[in-house]
Antibody
Framework: EVLLVESGGGSVEPGGSLRLSCGAS????????MSWVRQAPGKGLEWVGR??????????EYAAPVEGRFVISRDDSKNQIYLEMNRLKIEDTGVYYC????????WGQGALVTVSS | QAVVTQEPSLTVSPGGTVTLTCASS?????????PYWFQQKPGQAPRTLIY???NRHSWTPARFSGSLLGGKAALTLSGALPEDEADYYC??????????FGGGTKLTVL
């Protein structure tokens, strides 16, 4: 069974930084592309970005609203992905989910990020 | 950036059939957009129902089916149950493998 657990959420002021982590188990992590998806309070889902597997080049793609501010990375030795969020804006507030792009067969429970002054 | 459009809300009677659609601002939705469908209930993480247009996961009830219909991706629920009341999201993949979610459909079973 795919299991994903996010951590690292919290409150931060505008302009600040925060790093989320996501631990994975139940599948061959190193072979899978992994994505982050977020959901602002009372709003819909928004794709944030993705990191491909090392065998597929390990490249990363981002949605336009976060490109240049957010960085996704992975550590295959620890079965972890990370989301480094910089220059945070109020509109970045929401629940952040990590997912496996292996048929999107697993979602974490989400980590709440609040950007407020 | 492409915009993906879904019906904001739909209502279906218990036991009834309803079709949710997912349209792309760039034109016809094809299997090359690899449409996905997700279900989300209040306070819960999303759950993936359909992948690559019409494939169910092992946990997806058979009453849910995916297809392409009239230039859009479609999710059909046949024999709605009260527990199917939820928000449903689609997403489409575009060049560069960027994903774009639709705005979601709030489905009421009443």
């Amino acid at each position: 069974e795919v299991l994903l657990v996010e951590s690292g959420g919290g409150s931060v002021e505008p302009g600040g930084s925060l790093r989320l982590s996501c631990g994975a188990s139940g599948f061959t992590f190193k072979d899978q592309w992994m994505s982050w998806v977020r959901q602002a309070p009372g709003k819909g889902l928004e794709w944030v970005g993705r990191v491909k597997s090392r065998s597929d080049g390990g490249t990363r793609e981002y949605a336009a609203p976060v490109e240049g501010r957010f960085v996704i990375s992975r550590d295959d030795s620890k079965n972890q992905i990370y989301l480094e969020m910089n220059r945070l804006k109020i509109e970045d507030t929401g629940v952040y989910y990590c997912t496996t792009e292996m048929r999107w067969s697993g979602w974490g429970q989400g980590a709440l990020v609040t950007v407020s002054s | 950036q492409a915009v993906v459009t879904q019906e904001p809300s739909l209502t279906v009677s218990p036991g009834g059939t309803v079709t949710l659609t997912c349209a792309s601002s760039t034109g016809t939705v094809t299997s090359g957009h690899y449409p996905y469908w997700f279900q989300q209930k209040p306070g819960q993480a999303p759950r993936t129902l359909i992948y690559d247009t019409d494939n169910r996961h092992s946990w997806t009830p058979a009453r849910f089916s995916g297809s392409l219909l009239g230039g859009k991706a479609a999710l059909t629920l046949s024999g709605a149950l009260p527990e199917d009341e939820a928000d449903y999201y689609c997403f489409l993949s575009y060049s560069g493998a960027r994903r774009v979610f639709g705005g979601g459909t709030k489905l009421t079973v009443l």
